[in-house]
């Protein structure tokens, strides 16, 4: 399978209290396409630093961030918003929906920064609503929907563009069991079906299993890297 | 309590610059109120010690009213009223030349000793054993500084036919007889030798009398029922003349303005400040704090916002009291000092609005604030989505209608409803401001939704939408209104006295009881044409609304319409005068206040000098209206009224009376002004050349246009700081929205342009709507400017318009050129993560 994520010596160090900071301690990762890749590990162990930086949002201190072979570090704001635009896409724990634009806008966001006409996108829409289940609720704003519906709306923003790769940031930190349940089944999916590697953040070891490979991550290193059997998740 | 104020100071310190623009509106709007308060005080004390300078401790002027104004002392019948002061003055006029300059010089012939007593004279320096007799004269400080005189100077004075020649003797300060020192110097003189000059024994033509303030109108009374052939003019009539009503109704207004405009500044970064305070109540209340804590606690921090900011304005307020006070001092000219004095209660008034203005206001949001669900609080999810509630808008069209409504039913232009019709259109159109931007952006979207970039139409959905966006937009456009309204004020104030009134003579001849002695004036070199105008003042109240005439009686309607062209007669109005015995023309802006028609009656009662009823009783006269005019050049409150001079002779008085002249091309107007005083040199005349008279009224409408000047500038910079840091917090509100943005599909190119683009809109929309706004207000406020006097043809001040205009422009500019540095700067990941 081929390669679409892989960082070599990846290094982050932050400024703390005038000391220096180091929460990734030199990560060699390669992920490949079609995985569903589960990174787990305690609070401040530096998954989800690790995550913005896969996704281009943060820059590591060393080390380099390949997507499809190309280095992130040489790009430029411009041409990094394009890769997030057209081959990430970016779930959060809280959603991250823009309050004023309604689902469907919100939805069709990406496409739009992307210089393409919504109107000649509405098949489109219409099939990835149907995929999250919220096709009756596209006119509607995101304080009207659950917390469940609201990050299915962020999937669904995430998938529009047709990306090679999601990156989830806890995705269903926020939402009760069932939804959580409901969305994580969501991605599984997503990735069978539509062949889309994802990567996740996640503290739960359920959520997790839904994946094809743990990642577990301790103190900015890579503690240990495993395939998932999947029959019990199922 | 001790942890909660010290996390109030803390907050105090740690959002300096929010800190400082409270503090600074505050402050400045604490200031106004007291500054604004106080003028109007000082200004009517300061012209009442011009007063004082002028006339002493006298209360009660008399003079002469037939042909021959000199008469004796004893021809005058006094009251049963202790008189406290009495003093007996000769006026007559000559000339002078000083270092080769030709000087006018009033000769004043009176007692030093009673002068002295009534404050007329006030010496500093004398010759030994100087006493006012033949040869000796006392002459005023200025005069003495500006013509470096001394004691013991000679000054010889060419009466016409005799020359006389004075010793200065004493050296006074310029008060009282020298009060008026403007034109020509004042010499104080001993009685006997003004007798001499005009070659008469005993005569006096002005006596200056002062009764205890108690039994001064008794007096007067008395006075005028025993002595018909004078003139008797009570001093605080002069006092009451004064343009103080409309400076106060200006002032109130302003002030009125800038409270309005610091309101909504305040209330606005109420809402931003409470809406960052969010994860701090949340953490408050989910240890267990409860609304009513949570409440105390950000009222509090209001409170010592309000607290510092107006301890600071009204000591500033107090410290640039006399400062600001002495620009409004018109008769500095004359030497009076103005007359600054600090009242408790304006202290007070202003220190407990500023201290407590603040938290009143931010009360409203604070209670928004703790109706949300505890969740949203603690999780801070706030909600950037504008709502559209349909409430708004009908309470907004209910007050535009009420408006126009006011607008039409004030047709007797009463103040009040003119306040309350501006006071409606301007809420209306805060409260459609939102819904209007909303169909702004409703309409670029549609229009531009197939050809429009996404930045472009995310910037246009975010105009209409995002509560932010659109709070910072309502600000501008409310502060832009508020600034129209100030400076439309005072633009018409301006207009009222540069751009109305036509000058139809050159020098008017006043202060005159009759005008027959001086029917024979345009027999004078360079003079081309004199129009006497016989007048009277006269009250009259239609419909619980007053309004007081100034009568003309006219005997050649040709005549007068050929000399002013600042009168334009309508239709067959002058030959309906001259066959109508109590006919009357009026301004016809009077007719359509008062709903008037030709052949109506109406009922006048004349005024004498003290503006009482003529002869102390009911003397009301009915007249006809047949016909109509526009006066608006002639006299700018367009409250003129002519009568035929028959009519006028049998029901009216002259009490302000005039002659006005016409000079030859290129005459020298000084010297024409010099030749009339020599002319009746025993007159107490007044001459004026047109551009005297105009720079009288200027001073007092200069010092009105500085005052709103300086509103409009304290409104401006309390606008554009307030409006800075709304733009400059808003940034820090959106600074998730922008990272969520950044993190799914933008660039930071990107999103500048969304910035851009909500700017751009905004710029437009305050364009629009603040024109639209100020034509409305145009159409509105003209009720108001007529309630206060200024009967003008009302103009859209264009001018305005575009320097408000740019101002917002050059603020929009400056303000996103620092939110474009911060987008670049920002840090993504902080933004985005909540833990």
Not at chain 2, 57 to 84: A, Q
Not at chain 2, 222 to 233: R, S
Not at chain 2, 377 to 404: E, M, R, V
Request: aromatic share 8%.
């Amino acid at each position: 399978m081929e390669q679409v994520i892989r960082t070599e010596h990846l290094r982050k160090s932050f400024q703390n209290g005038g000391k220096e900071v180091e929460v990734i301690k030199g990560i060699d990762l390669e992920i490949h396409e079609g995985e569903f890749v589960s990174i787990m590990g305690p609070s401040g162990c530096g998954k989800s630093t690790l995550l913005y930086m896969l996704g281009g949002i943060d820059s590591p201190t060393s080390g380099q961030v390949f997507i499809h072979h190309e280095d992130m570090n040489r790009m430029k704001d411009k041409q990094k918003s394009k890769l997030r635009r057209k081959q990430i896409g970016f779930v959060f724990q809280f959603y991250n929906l823009v309050q004023n634009l309604s689902v469907a806008e919100n939805i069709l966001l990406p496409l739009t920064m992307d210089g393409k006409k919504a109107k000649d996108y509405q098949h489109e829409l219409d099939d990835i609503l149907q995929t999250v289940g919220l096709l009756e609720r596209k006119n509607f704003t995101p304080r009207e929907l659950s917390g469940g519906q609201q990050q299915r709306v962020a999937i669904a923003r995430a998938l529009i563009m047709n990306p090679k790769i999601i990156l989830a940031d806890e995705p269903i930190g926020n939402l009760d069991s069932k939804s959580g349940q409901d969305i994580m089944q969501l991605f599984k999916t997503i990735n069978k079906e539509k062949k889309i590697t994802i990567l996740q953040v996640t503290h739960a070891q359920d959520a997790a299993e839904y994946g094809t490979r743990i990642i577990q991550m301790l103190d900015g290193f890579i503690h240990s890297d495993k395939k998932v059997a999947h029959t019990s998740v199922e | 309590m001790k942890s909660v104020i010290k996390h109030i100071v803390i907050n105090l310190f740690e959002k300096k610059f929010r800190t400082f623009i409270v503090l600074l509106t505050v402050c400045l709007s604490t200031l106004v109120v007291f500054i604004g308060l106080s003028l109007n005080g000082i200004i009517k004390d300061t012209y009442a010690s011009m007063l004082k300078g002028a006339y002493g401790d006298t209360n009660i002027i008399m003079s002469k009213s037939s042909d021959n104004p000199l008469y004796e002392k004893h021809d005058i019948v006094l009251p049963d009223i202790p008189i406290e002061t009495r003093n007996d003055m000769l006026f007559t006029q000559g000339k002078t030349t000083i270092k080769d300059k030709k000087i006018d010089v009033i000769l004043v012939g009176l007692d030093a000793i009673d002068a002295e007593a009534s404050g007329l004279l006030n010496k500093t320096q004398q010759m030994d054993g100087f006493k006012l007799q033949q040869n000796r004269a006392m002459i005023s400080n200025n005069t003495a500084a500006k013509y470096d005189l001394q004691l013991g100077d000679p000054i010889s004075i060419d009466t016409g036919e005799e020359k006389w020649k004075f010793i200065v003797g004493a050296i006074s300060k310029t008060q009282g007889v020298f009060f008026s020192e403007v034109d020509a110097i004042s010499l104080a003189v001993s009685q006997e030798q003004v007798n001499n000059i005009l070659d008469t024994t005993d005569k006096v033509n002005t006596s200056y009398l002062t009764v205890p303030e108690n039994k001064l109108s008794e007096a007067i009374q008395f006075l005028k029922t025993n002595n018909a052939d004078f003139h008797i003019q009570n001093q605080s009539t002069a006092a009451n003349a004064h343009d103080g009503d409309t400076f106060e109704t200006t002032m109130i207004l302003a002030i009125l303005t800038i409270v309005l405009i610091s309101s909504y500044i305040i209330f606005s970064l109420a809402k931003l400040i409470v809406v960052e305070r969010m994860p701090v109540v949340g953490t408050f209340r989910s240890i267990g704090a409860s609304k009513k804590l949570i409440h105390f606690i950000l009222t509090l921090e209001f409170l010592f916002y309000g607290l510092i900011g107006s301890i600071i304005g009204f000591t500033a307020g107090m410290l640039l009291l006399p400062y600001v006070a002495d620009l409004f001092n018109a008769y500095k000219d004359l030497g009076v000092e103005t007359e600054v004095s600090y009242s408790f209660t304006y202290i007070c008034i202003a220190f407990l609005f500023g201290a407590l203005f603040p938290a009143v206001i931010s009360h409203f949001q604070i209670s928004r604030l703790n109706k949300r669900p505890l969740k949203e609080i603690i999780l801070n999810t706030q909600q950037t989505s504008q709502k559209h509630s349909i409430i708004p808008y009908i309470l907004g069209l209910i007050l535009l209608i009420t408006a126009f409504g006011l607008y039409g039913i004030n047709q007797k232009d009463d103040l009040l409803l003119g306040i309350l019709s501006i006071l409606c259109l301007f809420i209306s159109i805060v409260l459609w401001m939102p819904g209007f931007l909303n169909l702004v952006s409703k309409g670029l979207n549609r229009l531009f939704q197939s050809i429009g970039s996404g930045e472009f139409l995310l910037g246009v959905k975010n105009l209409g939408n995002n509560k932010i966006a659109s709070n910072n937009s309502n600000m501008i456009i409310v502060v832009f209104i508020l600034l129209m309204l100030v400076g439309m004020i005072a633009d018409g104030i301006d207009q009222y006295l540069h751009k109305s009134l036509v000058k139809d003579y050159d020098i008017a001849i006043t202060d005159i009881q009759d005008v027959k002695p001086y029917e024979n004036v345009d027999e004078l070199d360079n003079v081309s044409d004199a129009y006497a105008q016989h007048v009277n003042i006269a009250e009259t109240v239609i419909g619980n609304q007053s309004e007081s005439f100034g009568v003309i009686g006219v005997d050649d309607l040709e005549a007068f319409d050929s000399f002013y062209s600042g009168i334009t007669l309508q239709q067959d109005a002058k030959e309906q005068l001259n066959k109508t015995d109590n006919g009357i023309i009026l301004d016809e802006y009077q007719l359509e206040r008062f709903n008037l028609q030709i052949g109506d009656e109406i009922v006048l009662q004349p005024l004498d000098q003290n503006l009482e009823p003529m002869d102390g009783k009911d003397t009301k006269v009915t007249a006809a209206i047949v016909g109509s005019m526009e006066s608006l050049g002639f006299s700018q409150n367009r409250a003129t009224a002519l009568v035929n001079l028959n009519y006028f002779h049998d029901h009216f008085m002259e009490t302000m009376s005039q002659i006005n002249l016409k000079a030859i091309p290129d005459a020298d107007l000084e010297q024409l002004k010099q030749d009339i005083r020599y002319h009746y040199p025993d007159s107490d005349m007044s001459v004026h050349t047109f551009d005297d008279i105009l720079e009288t009224q200027k001073s007092t409408i200069d010092s009105l246009i500085l005052g709103m000047t300086i509103i409009v500038l304290l409104g401006l910079l309390i606008g554009i700081l307030g409006i800075s840091n709304n733009l400059l917090v808003s940034f820090i509100q959106r600074k998730k929205e922008y990272a969520v943005l950044y993190s799914v599909c933008m660039s930071r190119g990107q999103l500048v342009k969304v910035l851009l683009v909500e700017t751009c809109l905004t710029f437009i929309s305050v364009v629009v709507i603040g024109f639209a706004g100020s034509m409305a207000m145009n159409v509105i406020m003209v009720r108001l400017l007529y309630a206060i006097g200024l009967r003008i043809d009302f103009q859209f001040n264009s001018s305005l318009f575009f320097i408000l205009t740019a101002v917002v422009f050059i603020l929009l500019l400056l303000s996103i050129l620092s939110i474009i540095r911060k987008i670049y700067r920002m840090n993504i990941i902080e933004n985005l993560r909540f833990e």
